[in-house]
């Protein structure tokens, strides 16, 4: 779609968000519903057919024709799957009161001869069984001859439900698997909050209700200015340099005022929908007047072969302050080809607001833990649609031969990268757009961003590459045509080509310790001590807090003298939001405010 | 007269009768398969083309058919592009009972394809292999990621029958021609053998990883081959108990694909990645390259139709079906260009 129209609204909406304040509930609901009525007023004159531009006239009353003439042109030939899914039934509910019968019946006639695929992770399924129980509901009674699958009305409804019943407990319990997703964020709000809308069902009403607050809670507890901070599960390039572009940041504007407006499809019908966030959420997702540590546990996504355990534990660890956040994931592989194992995001710079690291791992082996495809050719098939898998370049992805350790605002990370591993190199993204990136003596890299001063300790060699423009022609998650952006002509890339590595990684703000000057001098007196042999990577290291921190790779790590033990890690473990693993209740404070989420007895209180 | 020229009638009829077993008799074992060719019908699933992605406009994929005598225009039945890895035919009933192996769950039809039912739940995805028991099609089992399931009514009720297994990930599964309580799967660690219909499993003989198929010798139930992602083609002549390497003049060693053919079980054909075509004729002791023709050399499934011993057929990764005449000695494309073809099955009518 063309917004170059809109740039000058845009431009202004993105200024006025920019410094998005906790405001009172009044404020609040004015101002959503003039980010809403914008997002809306986009989709409701544009010609080319669409669902969100038929569902955005249905929900406004308008040009009903205009609309029921593209349902029809569109649902002649239905393709996309759960991404058809979502916004088919979406669609239909904004619209049936409204739409002609032959839209109507056109509609009803698509859930019979067209079968979508139910896919093969949890964001389609999600979106998948969301929309086949919304669509269930919509059209009950009917047989099995009525239905793309042929099971019947009763049968799909039954069906749905116990799969989204299971996937709450699931994520409730132990976590979620496509967990903090900047990218896959909307698949998994707008299925909840249609069901939030639109479900007959109250007990899936509530459900869906409770589950988006969940999902919100989750990101605002770790947001910063329209930014998901730390590690995350998925997230694509470009907007892994540029973290902006992720469709979190669309659904930061809509709910949060954060973050810059877009025009991601996915954030129309949540614009529409009567679902509105709880004060307590957007008051996290706000609120940086205290600096905190935000601890949590996912889930790795189902393991299917190669490993012992399906759905072994993530550890993230989160700390934000008001002008950055620092945040990891332990390390190894967590998640299929989109991993972003750790990172710094700063509120200054727009649009490169970050600092991170990784080596740029793939292999079959790593595709054939989560794909049942053959093992020899998977690799192929997954380039297919995220062209840079297997790009030594690119700027995503997990590995088995790095960890983590972070304390506070200080990161360690270290590799012990096997010989003959497709890549033996690991890489640092420095943006252009840093004031100072200035190399010292002792080692140290000191970077300044604005009023965040971000410190990097490389334990081996390296260099310095300029990055020039490098896309390549893939296609999106939707099937589209896009260039994929590897990388971009003036950001810095620090490449190291000894297997045994690591660095250390300082974040401090103005407020913190003062000018970059004394950033520079605290850095210089504070090097770190390493044992970088095959098998045997280590570092020990002072912080400039003080405080003492040693790490062995692969899982040992150490504490002013005391063992780390991830594997106590809660659900929920901060200031804001607390649950404890296996409890299925989430528990929001704010203030003099709190908020319960009981998955078990489906039960929201105050 | 008439009573002379009856009984002479009835005479030289009873000659005749006594005359065909022997003439039958004469002509099968002269002319096996080629004299009493018929004409069959090839099924296959088609996994994908090569530019599969979720959610987008990707080229019909699904099951298709074709008479072994048409060209390379193959017809489409059952749902499209949910990601068909696999499909059974129950020949008994002429194929009005097929099930297909999908990402959504096992679909079944009991009219020819006419009509579809998804028979399985939520729980039962990215089915990988179906097998319907000849003697009793209610009995159909799927595997998965997530293992063995089952159903004993035709697919009303499945349950999870994993038990003794220890890497579940199975990849196929068999139904012992003679005896529909003995399983054999193929699993990350091995393959297993069930007495009790899947209630539960032991380790056979064979323990390696990535065990990608496991087939039956058609007359002799404790004759099994193994295809394995890495460690060769491995044969067992006593059900299990042991496993030996079949070496001689194999060069590759993944197998994704074994075929007998049902007519002389001393010819098999072999395939997998990179392989091309293998052929054995002395019952898998030695193998051949058979690859005249053949474009892609990634071979995921094989079949030799039954009517006809000298007509193979193989489904390539990314290259659609090819077919030989000559029993493997030469191949040509049979269409479906482009396509992963994981499965094909050769039906007699």
Redesign the interface.
Known sequence: MNVKKFFPILILLALQSANAQVVSRETYLKEFEKRAAFITSIYDTVQAAGYYQAAVRYAHGKDIAIADKMLIELLRDPRGDMFWMIPAIGTYLQGKDKMSPEARATMRNAWKTYAPYRGDTENHWCMYHAALFLAAEQWPNLPGSEWYNGKSSEENLREAKEYLIQWMKITTTIGQGEFDSPDYFPEYAMPMILLSQFSKDPEMRTRGTMMTDYIFADFAVEHLEGQYIGGYSRIYQPAVYKPLLSGASAFAYLFFGTGEPTNSGWIVLPALSNYRLPEIIYSIALDRSKTYIHQERKRVRNVIRFGTEKNPPVYKYSYITKNYGIGSLQGGILQPIQQHTWGVRYTYGRPYTTIFGLHPYWSALEVGMFFPEEVKTLIADVVASKGTYNNPDKWTGGSPYERTFQHKNTLIVLYDVAPGTTTEHIDGFFPRNLEERIVEPSGWIACKAGDVYVGWYPLQEYEWKEESDASINTLNDIGRRQLERVKETGNWRLRSYKPQNGYVIEVRSKEEIGSFAQFRSALNAHTPTATLQPGSVSVQYSTLGGEKMEFAFPEKRMLNGSTINLSKTKLFDGPFINAEVGSEKMTMTYKNKKLVLDFKTVKITE | MIDNNKKARRRWNAAWSSLIPILVFVLVVMFPANLLSQESTVFVSV??T?????????PETGVFYKKTTDDTVWQHTG?????D?GLAVHTPSRGKLICIAA???L?KTTDGGK????TT??QV??V?NAVIDKVNPDFILCT???GVFRTLDGGATWVECNNGIK?V?VSSVLIDYSDSNTLYCST?DGVYRSGDRGNSWKRTGLSVG?V?VVVQHPKDRNTLFAGT?DYGIYVTHNGGKYWEKCAAGLDHS?F?AIAFDPNNPQILFAGG?VTGVYKSTDGGQSWKRMNEGLTNL?I?SLAVDPTNSNRVYAGT?WSGVFCSLDGGASWRSAGLTGSQVWTIAVQPF
């Open positions: 996994l994908s090569k530019l599969f992605v979720v959610g987008a406009a990707n749902p499209k592009n949910i990601r890895f990402g959504n769950g679909h009509t579809w039912k998804t739940g939520w995805t990215e990988l998965t990621p997530y890497q990930f990350e990535g990608r992602d993944t994704y990645y990634n995921h990764l």
